[in-house]
């Protein structure tokens, strides 16, 4: 991480809590694109409590916080959440749900062959990349 971004981060820090206007932006600008996995599913969570209706962008990237932190339960409520807002039509949304999905792989490819039959999406080279990452990770490199 630069050390620009921590130090922008720092002064979020400071004054993140006595901002007037909460909302989207100010949400996604602390925490969750800095590296702090822990802490922005903490925001995530005080977004939900504080009435702030996150984005596809917020819900992809607390999707990969999840895996990092390894929390699946809570990336799967997460999931939850995106079907019943209309967000798994979104491309990064839908590669995180794939990598989230993936640890055991029948899930991600689950999730992928189900993007055009439940979702109507048609599947993008970003989608296959994710694929290619699943298989991968897990040791399936033929597949790959």
């Not at 004054?15 to 949400?27: A, G, K, R, T, Y």
């Not at 702090?36 to 607390?62: A, C, D, W």
């Not at 390894?70 to 590669?95: P, Q, T, W, Y």
């Not at 749900?97 to 999730?111: A, K, M, T, W």
Request: charged share 15%; glycine share 8%; hydrophobic share 45%.
């Amino acid at each position: 991480m630069p050390m620009l971004s921590v130090n922008v981060l720092m002064v979020q820090g400071l004054f993140f809590d006595d901002l007037v206007v909460m909302d989207v932006v100010s949400w996604t600008s602390c925490y969750v694109n800095y590296g702090l996995p822990r802490q922005g599913v903490v925001v995530f969570r005080e977004m939900g409590l504080n009435g702030v209706k996150p984005n596809s962008v917020i819900v992809s990237s607390i999707l990969l916080a999840c895996l990092e932190l390894k929390i699946l339960d809570s990336g799967r409520a997460i999931h939850g959440f995106a079907v019943r807002h209309g967000m798994v039509e979104n491309v990064f949304v839908c590669c995180a749900l794939i990598s989230i999905h993936s640890r055991p792989v029948d899930d991600g490819l689950l999730i992928f062959n189900s993007m055009g039959r439940a979702h109507s999406v048609e599947p993008y080279a970003s989608h296959y990349s994710s694929m290619v990452d699943v298989f991968s990770h897990a040791g399936h490199l033929d597949e790959a």
